[in-house]
């Protein structure tokens, strides 16, 4: 059973319904007893990291997440607001994060009109199953002002230019990341999830 985590800042509705399309069990919850029973869990996300960090906290969902995740190591995918909490902190609020990943959650800097919204490319790093059958130059669809920045750059399976470079993709192990939303980048966003179903 994959389950997507409901921490109250998700983009829940359109997530299910694109892993439901893939004729797998999947469920929405806010229960740590359904996260110890995942087989894969999903943590999307949607607002501000503060907000997201004490929904976490106030739900009591990051003891039974590091116990699944960091302990029994089975696969995570964390999307836009998701994938930044695995980072150790961020300045939208200078907030400590889960530190799953060793990264930092920054805001834009560049010249161009933040957030990034629309479609972009992605420029993978590495080889991972998450991008298996995913064309060089294929777009998809983003909507942030923050993004991550790792210590560690093996953790980076992809980046992406919006005035410069940033990393859009991220996977330590068993813990993926990306920053573009997969539920809203059509067949090639169906293809991420599909991957993510199979790690």
């Known amino acids: 059973m994959i389950i997507i985590v409901d921490y109250g800042m998700g983009n829940l509705r359109s997530v299910h319904h694109k892993v439901s399309k893939l004729g797998v069990g999947v469920k929405v919850s806010s229960d740590p007893k359904d996260i110890l029973e995942a087989d894969k869990l999903i943590l999307p996300g949607v607002g501000s990291f503060a907000a997201g960090m004490k929904n976490l906290k106030e ?23 998701g994938m930044q909490l695995f980072t150790n902190m961020s300045e ?32 993978i790093s590495r080889k991972s199953t ?13 909507t942030h002002s923050y993004h991550v920045v790792c ?3 093996k953790d980076v399976l992809a980046t992406t230019e919006y005035g410069y470079d940033f990393s859009s993709a991220l996977q330590k192990e068993n813990i993926y990341g990306t920053q573009f939303h997969p539920e809203k980048s059509h067949k090639k966003g169906m293809r991420i999830m599909e991957n993510f179903i199979k790690c």
């Not at 998450?130 to 983003?142: I, Q």
């Open 59 to 81: 739900l009591g969902l990051i003891e039974a997440l590091e116990k699944r995740v960091l302990e029994d190591k089975i696969p995570i995918l964390g999307i836009c607001l």
């Open 92 to 123: 939208e609020g200078n907030v400590k994060g889960l530190a799953w990943i060793d990264a930092k959650t920054i805001r834009f800097t560049c010249d161009l009109k933040v957030p990034h919204v629309g479609w972009n490319d992605l420029r």
């Open 130 to 142: 998450l991008f298996k059958g995913v064309p060089k130059g294929t777009h998809f669809y983003f």
């Open 151 to 153: 210590n560690d750059k």
